[in-house]
């Protein structure tokens, strides 16, 4: 990450009201990586509380519209996980899933506006797909409460953000088996939205967010939204196909 | 209270394939149409624009161009032991909605269906016998044969400009092109497409096996094209953005760019969009239609009279519209008695990932919607499958359709879903990797088959159509026996590794597999058995026609765009000629 990234992701953070210290956002994207001490800070602001104003504003784009502040904390160490930062690409949190899982929650697909919610309603079997009566923003909001709620009571009592990033491995995994506890909704209907989501944000054209500087498509060679080969398709037939991807954006 | 509207000779519900060429061929006519359509006018300028229509979220994912199942959906239960719960989202199949219907997302892929799919009981009884028939198993022929259709099948192409190979001319068989096609009376209007490395290699893998590759008819055009209509086609950027997406070319066949746009320059049509028909009105004696039902956008109710009514929505909306207002029996499974919703049929999959190593370059992103190479040598009536333990068959082909990374990510079995060995091995086979793919047939049963459901209403307080259905022993075999031929194509390529895809257990809504809906208002020469006589038009209300793949009394190996369209345009011959002499065109 350049150090220009690095400074536009903590203004994001004061510019949402939060800071790493203060609710203990540690990723493996972004510097820096909490202590134990500073993850257990208390998770809560207190009533009342107004950040501090940014010394710089934040851009719009990276403004979290949806997720309260705990809630995007949450999100943010969950896509960490998925799709860590390592020596093959970019992760989740550079890329910018968070803030795409986010503004799509916060838009027409959160709300559900092109699914049928009409009751009643009753648990199916597998083939039939999902059946809770809630639009994916509501699934988010259920199922981070649900997922923070069994951490805390399993795990000293931490949040999800707040466990070290081997143990938030082993949560997921348990989430992902349908073996956390939850209370209220299938752990595993919160699991298949998450990372569906964050496949679709880490893979998406960046006009939604994610897949900043279409760094994910440079990654596995995916020329992106540009499609003219009709002169290339026998040229590079078994050959490698180099170009620089672009976005919807780019083109325009 | 519905504000009735001045009476049209013949009115049209739905404006794809279907609705689009009735529409242009009926106008010839000179008689009063109005054809509505539930969704949004669109054009090729401004709403395919590149590069905005190039934009996998909105269109794949979020299926900017489909049905919209908080408005209408259908409710699903594998078998009639369970109680059916809706589709709340799209998942295993996309209807279309708006001008063009599903006929603007589609791939291209323009197949004439085998011989043996017209007549598979005919045909099926000859070779082996009655016995040959599994129990349940409701295997029916159109009473349309493929000769009849040939010249359908013929126009449609050259509607389209699909390119391609003949394998079958007059009788005399073409190596190259598709030897087990039926008879056709002249070539492909356009040239096969530019094949990738993965269809190279399928190629030269099928031929070592013995098999017979061809490369697949495709409505994507192979160079510029102008149509016996006068359309001008764009030539295809191989940019592989065809399946769910519209094309920026007009590269890719679509009504809402050739016949429609004809249609809607003659002044004795009308087109309505935004008008969602609710029923089709009958008369007292159930014998005949009289008006449509339908909303407008802002929900306000009009009947519109009609002298005839021509049901060419998406073949699951027919059926619900002929549920709906009583044209037909709907049928019981338990009997085994009444025609509407009998033998709804869907399509099986199965096939093999193929990886290799890093030096095998697929670049699968350039590609089209129907560009492939396919064998025909195990589909439906090609082989001996009776031996193999199955009546059906299926196409396989490896498809070379695009690689937009939201939903081509192909790894290795035994990968995790996420974390950084998930991402090591997506970068590793991105780009590395092809599918043998089968596209099976399915067969009508007794148990498969669609009614209205009892519990749950749409938006505008109907009964939701409730789709009964699942897999029988017969097409798992089938789609096994296939996939073991997709496994030896793909180790014959020289790959790493050869992942198996075998027959699903159970059919399930959720994943996306084909929207290769069929039946449920089936063609038939039999009126306890079908819901259409051979010419289209129903048994029991002469002056309703029904088209689309809910005509299919089974389901095939190759995708069915071919014969909806040249079943349309062979129901506009039937028609005029029941304009001319009002009643039914076979006896009852």
């Given amino acids: 990450m350049s150090d220009h990234e690095g400074m536009r992701r903590r203004d994001v953070l004061k510019g949402i009201g939060i800071t790493s210290a203060?609710?203990?956002?540690?990723?493996?994207?972004?510097?820096?990586?909490?202590?134990?001490?500073?993850?257990?800070?208390?998770?809560?602001?207190?009533?009342?509380?107004?950040?501090?104003?940014?010394?710089?504003?934040?851009?719009?784009?990276?403004?979290?519209r949806y997720f309260t502040p705990p809630e995007a904390a949450t999100v943010t160490a969950l896509v960490d996980t998925l799709i860590p930062k390592d020596d093959v690409g970019p992760g989740g949190v550079e890329a910018g899933v968070p803030i795409f899982i986010d503004h799509e929650l916060a838009g027409a697909y959160g709300r559900g506006a092109r699914m049928f919610l009409n009751g009643p309603f009753a648990q199916g079997t597998p083939q039939q797909g999902y059946q809770l009566p809630l639009p994916p923003a509501d699934l988010y909001r259920v199922g981070i409460?649900?997922?923070?709620?069994?951490?805390?009571?399993?795990?000293?009592g931490k949040r999800f953000d707040q466990l070290p990033v081997a143990d938030r491995a082993v949560a997921l995994?348990?989430?992902?088996?349908?073996?956390?506890?939850?209370a209220q909704i299938p752990p595993r209907?919160?699991?298949?939205?998450?990372?569906?989501?964050?496949m679709e944000g880490y893979f998406a054209d960046p006009i939604y967010g994610g897949n900043r500087n279409n760094a994910v498509w440079a990654m596995i060679g995916f020329p992106g939204a540009i499609g003219m080969y009709e002169e290339d398709i026998e040229k590079y037939r078994n050959k490698q196909y180099v170009v620089a991807p672009k976005s919807i954006q780019d083109l325009s | 209270m519905a504000t009735k509207l001045k009476a049209a000779d013949i009115v049209i519900v739905g404006l794809g394939w279907t609705g689009g060429i009735l529409a242009k061929e009926l106008a010839e006519t000179g008689l009063s149409i109005v054809v509505l359509e539930r969704g949004k006018p669109r054009d090729t300028n401004p709403d395919f624009a590149y590069p905005h229509v190039h934009?996998?979220?909105?269109?794949?994912?979020r299926h900017e161009l489909m049905q919209?199942?908080?408005?209408?959906?259908?409710?699903?239960?594998?078998?009639?032991?369970?109680?059916?719960?809706?589709?709340?989202?799209?998942?295993?199949?996309?209807?279309?909605?708006?001008?063009?219907?599903?006929?603007?997302?589609?791939n291209g892929v323009t197949w004439r269906w085998l011989p043996w799919d017209h007549e598979p009981e005919k045909m099926t009884i000859a070779r082996y016998g009655k016995s040959a028939l599994p129990e349940g198993m409701q295997l029916q022929d159109w009473g349309v044969s493929y000769d009849e259709l040939e010249p359908y099948y013929d126009k449609f192409e050259y509607l389209c400009g699909v390119g391609g190979k003949a394998g079958n001319l007059g009788g005399k068989k073409i190596d190259g092109g598709n030897v087990f096609e039926g008879a056709r009376k002249r070539d492909y209007p356009n040239p096969p497409m530019i094949q990738t490395h993965a269809g190279d290699l399928f190629e030269k893998a099928a031929r070592s096996l013995g098999y017979h590759p061809f490369p697949g008819p495709s409505a994507n055009m192979t160079q510029s094209y102008i149509n016996p209509d006068g359309v001008a086609f764009g030539s295809c950027h191989y940019c592989g953005y065809c399946e769910r997406f519209g094309c920026e070319m007009n590269a890719k066949a679509s009504a809402h760019f050739t016949v429609i746009p004809l249609a809607a320059a003659k002044k004795n049509v009308e087109i309505r969009t935004d008008s969602r028909v609710m029923k089709v009105n009958l008369d007292s004696s159930n014998k005949r239609a009289e008006s449509v039902t339908y909303l407008d956008a802002a929900g306000r109710e009009f009947e519109q009279p009609g002298g005839m009514v021509i049901l060419a929505a998406y073949a699951l909306s027919n059926v619900h519209l002929m549920l709906l207002s009583g044209i037909g029996k709907p049928y019981n499974p338990t009997t085994g008695t009444g025609v509407v919703g009998r033998n709804y049929a869907y399509q099986i999959g199965s096939g093999a990932n193929v990886f290799f190593d890093e030096k095998t370059w697929m670049n699968p992103f350039m590609g089209a919607g129907a560009l492939a190479m396919n064998i025909d040598d195990f589909n439906t009536g090609s082989f001996d499958h009776l031996k193999e333990g199955f009546i059906g068959g299926g196409g396989i082909s490896t498809p070379s359709a695009g690689g937009r990374p939201i939903g081509f990510r192909p790894v290795p079995p035994g990968t995790p879903g996420w974390g950084t060995d998930w991402k090591r091995a997506v970068v590793r086979h991105y780009n590395h990797t092809l599918a043998v793919v089968n596209q099976g047939s399915v067969m009508g049963y007794r148990q498969n088959y669609l009614d209205l459901d009892p519990t749950y209403r749409d938006r505008y307080g109907r009964p939701l159509m409730r789709m009964t259905?699942?897999?029988?022993?017969?097409?798992?075999k089938q789609a096994n026996y296939l996939a073991d031929i997709c496994v030896n194509i793909g180790n014959a390529m020289g790959a790493e590794r050869v992942a198996r895809r075998g027959a699903p257990q159970r059919y399930s809504i959720v994943p996306y597999q084909s929207t290769h809906n069929t039946g449920g208002a089936v063609l038939g020469t039999d009126p306890t058995r079908s819901a259409l006589n051979p010419f289209s038009q129903t048994w029991d209300v002469s002056n309703v026609f029904v088209t689309g793949a809910c005509s299919f009394p089974q389901n095939a190996g190759k995708n069915p765009t071919g014969p909806v369209g040249a079943l349309a345009l062979r129901a506009a011959d039937s028609i005029k000629r029941y304009l001319k002499n009002p009643g039914p065109l076979a006896p009852v």
């Avoid at chain 1, 001490?37 to 934040?58: F, M, S, V, W």
């Avoid at chain 1, 409460?145 to 000293?156: G, I």
């Avoid at chain 1, 209907?189 to 964050?198: D, K, R, V």
Wanted: one cysteine or more.
């Fill in chain 1, 22 to 64: 203060a609710v203990g956002i540690a990723t493996t994207a972004a510097p820096p990586v909490l202590t134990e001490a500073q993850a257990q800070t208390p998770a809560q602001e207190p009533p009342h509380a107004h950040p501090h104003p940014p010394e710089r504003h934040a851009d719009a784009a990276d403004i979290f």
């Fill in chain 2, 68 to 106: 919209d199942v908080s408005r209408e959906t259908l409710t699903f239960r594998n078998n009639s032991n369970e109680t059916a719960l809706p589709m709340r989202q799209l998942g295993s199949f996309l209807p279309g909605e708006g001008v063009g219907g599903a006929g603007v997302h589609w």
């Fill in chain 1, 173 to 182: 995994k348990a989430l992902e088996a349908g073996q956390a506890e939850f």
């Fill in chain 2, 469 to 476: 259905f699942d897999y029988q022993q017969n097409e798992q």
């Fill in chain 2, 55 to 61: 934009d996998e979220l909105k269109y794949a994912q």
């Fill in chain 1, 145 to 156: 409460a649900d997922l923070n709620a069994w951490c805390v009571k399993t795990r000293d």
């Fill in chain 1, 189 to 198: 209907a919160f699991f298949n939205i998450l990372l569906q989501n964050t």
